[in-house]
């Protein structure tokens, strides 16, 4: 069993910057990917940024240049700095992380980007 801790988000006006960040415990050496998805009202959940065992990161074309998704060197921690922040990134962003045996999810925080 893995569990994750999620922290951050809030209210922000256009332009402006948020970070989150991702703790995990438990079982976690059975992971090989981490990072970050965000699902808007009345859409599915899409992948923000993650990371794997190798350090090899994905990002949504939609969040390159502006978001940077980052991790501790325990490998336990993960950091998704939001800066150039657009109304269009208000979602509810969720931590993921696979393990070999399973994927596991945070309860989810809201990113709010509004004037």
């Known amino acids: 069993q893995v569990q994750l801790v999620e922290s951050g988000g809030g209210l922000v006006q256009p332009g402006g910057s948020l970070g989150l960040s991702c703790t995990v415990s438990?079982?976690?050496?059975?992971?090989?990917?981490m990072g970050w998805y965000r699902q808007a009202p009345g859409k599915e959940r899409d992948v923000v940024a993650t990371?794997?065992?190798?350090?090899?990161?994905v990002e949504d074309d939609s969040v390159k240049g502006r978001f940077t998704l980052s991790r501790d060197n325990t490998r336990r921690t993960v950091y998704l700095q939001m800066n150039s922040l657009k109304p269009e990134d208000t979602a509810v962003y969720y931590c993921?992380?696979?393990?070999?045996?399973?994927?596991?999810w945070g309860q989810g925080t809201q990113v709010t980007v509004s004037s």
């Open positions: 990371i794997d065992i190798s350090g090899n990161l």
């Open positions: 993921g992380v696979l393990s070999y045996s399973s994927s596991y």
């Open positions: 438990g079982d976690t050496f059975t992971i090989y990917n």
